[in-house]
C-alpha cells in the first residue's frame, strides 16, 4: 500500500474517529491533528504518495475550527502532482442544507495547491438537500454521520478505503 499520510481536524473527537479507523484499515498511514501541522510539516509531503484530509462542519456549513486555522497552509502546500481524497463528517438531519459542506471547502483549497481529489462517492443513502461537499452529483469524499447513521459507518469507511487502494 501507498504511503499515507492522514491530516484531521475535529473538535468532539467523530472525525478523529473515522481517521483512526482508515488509518488501521491501511497498512502504512500516519495520523497528523490538524493542530500538530506547520510549516515544516510541508516539507514532509513529498514523501506520501497518499494525503487523507478530514474535517467536521460546524457552525452553518463552516469548516472545523482548528481546520479553519490551517486552510492558508493547505492552500500553500505543494500538492502539485500528488493524489488527495477528503472525509467529513456531519449531521444530515440537523443541517440538511450544510451537510459536510467541508469536504467543499477542503478540496477548493487543495485544489488550489495543485492536488488531484480522489475517492468521490456515491450521495444515495443520505437524505441531505444542499451540500458544498458535492460536486456533479457526487460527494467529493467520503462522508459519515456518526449523529444519525453511526451504523453505516464501518461499511462506508470499508468501501471507501477500497476505492482509494484501487486508485493509487
Ligand atoms: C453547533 C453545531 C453546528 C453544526 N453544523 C453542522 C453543519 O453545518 N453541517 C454538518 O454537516 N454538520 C454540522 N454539525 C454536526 C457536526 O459536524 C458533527 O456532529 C460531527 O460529527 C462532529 O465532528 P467532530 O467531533 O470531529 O468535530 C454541527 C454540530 C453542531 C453542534
Redesign the pocket.
Known amino acids: 500500500m501507498a504511503k499515507t499520510l492522514i491530516v484531521?481536524?475535529?473538535?468532539?473527537?467523530?472525525?478523529?474517529?473515522?481517521a483512526r479507523s482508515i488509518a488501521q484499515a491501511l497498512e502504512n498511514a500516519d495520523v497528523v491533528n490538524v493542530t500538530d501541522w506547520n510549516e515544516d510539516s510541508l516539507k514532509e509531503l513529498g514523501s506520501f504518495d497518499l494525503i487523507l484530509l478530514g474535517?467536521?462542519?460546524?457552525?452553518?456549513?463552516?469548516l472545523?475550527d482548528d481546520w479553519h486555522v490551517k486552510l492558508g497552509l493547505l492552500e500553500q502546500a505543494p500538492l502539485a502532482g500528488k493524489k488527495v481524497a477528503l472525509f467529513?463528517?456531519?449531521?444530515?438531519e440537523?443541517?440538511p442544507d450544510?451537510?459536510?459542506?467541508?469536504l467543499g471547502i477542503l478540496a477548493e483549497a487543495a485544489e488550489q495547491a495543485g492536488a488531484t481529489i480522489i475517492g468521490q462517492t456515491s450521495t444515495e443513502g443520505y437524505t441531505?438537500e444542499e451540500?458544498r461537499g458535492v460536486r456533479n452529483g457526487l460527494f467529493l469524499g467520503l462522508a459519515?454521520?456518526?449523529?444519525n447513521q453511526a451504523e453505516l459507518t464501518e461499511e462506508r469507511i470499508a468501501n471507501w478505503i477500497s476505492t482509494i487502494k484501487a486508485a493509487v
Not at 55 to 62: C, E, F, R, V
Not at 88 to 92: K, R
Not at 144 to 147: G, L
Open positions: 484531521f481536524g475535529s473538535s468532539t473527537g467523530a472525525t478523529e474517529d473515522v474535517a467536521s462542519t460546524w457552525g452553518i456549513g463552516d472545523q467529513g463528517t456531519g449531521d444530515q440537523s443541517y450544510s451537510f459536510v459542506d467541508a441531505h451540500s459519515i454521520d456518526q449523529d
